[in-house]
């Protein structure tokens, strides 16, 4: 009978025991679930990161296929410039052609304009039926291509018949644009 009470004494656990093992199991599930939120946390800044890289590179290739496949790259210096937006060296012009049933082809342009506002890229664009230099107050498309532009450089190198852009953005990387122009460039005294 003896060893059946020291037995039955032995197989249960004191109030001691019993605390220290919720506390034990009460800090490994809490560094668990700390593990778990720094992870989750972790992730999604990485997954902002990517998400921002990729939207700057798909805006310079936007930039740069419609630089590629303009008609005419007219300096933006012939436009009048009555916006608080600063536009980049250069107004992209194509030649749209409207094709109608009973009536003639008409040739119409297409004018494209990058301004840099606040920290965003924006283009802007307008259509008309002539070639003419519209007032930049008129170009009413409106796309935001880059976010995140502290400062932008452009310019056009005639001799080499070349269009140089430098985009710095905030959080301190750049990106730089070195094309040959396929298109001729507009050139006339002013």
Same mark, same amino acid.
């Given at each position: 009978?003896?060893?059946? !009470?020291?037995?039955?004494?032995?197989s249960g656990m004191t109030q001691i025991e019993l605390l220290v093992g919720i506390s034990i199991i009460s800090i490994i599930g809490m560094a668990l679930f700390s593990l778990l939120f720094v992870n989750n946390n972790l992730l999604n800044s990485i997954e902002n990161s990517n998400d921002e890289i990729i939207n700057r590179y798909y805006g310079i290739e936007y930039l740069r296929n419609e630089i590629s496949n303009s008609d005419l790259i007219i300096p933006s210096k012939y436009f009048k410039n009555s916006t608080t937006m600063k536009p980049l060296a250069f107004v992209i012009q194509k030649e749209v052609y409207s094709y109608r049933r009973n009536s003639n082809n008409k040739e119409r342009y297409n004018k494209v304009i990058y301004c840099v506002?606040?920290?965003? !890229? @924006?283009r802007n664009s307008c259509k008309s039926n002539e070639f003419k230099f519209e007032n !930049?107050? @008129?170009?009413?498309?409106?796309?935001?291509i880059l976010t995140g532009v502290e400062k932008v450089n452009s310019s056009i190198d005639y001799e080499s018949s070349q269009i140089k852009i430098k @985009?710095?953005?905030?959080?301190?990387?750049f990106a730089t644009i070195n094309m040959k122009l396929r298109c001729e460039l507009y050139e006339k005294s002013i």
């Open positions: 009978m003896q060893n059946y !009470l020291q037995l039955k004494k032995s506002k606040g920290d965003k !890229l @924006i !930049l107050k @008129i170009f009413s498309g409106y796309s935001e @985009i710095e953005f905030t959080n301190g990387d």
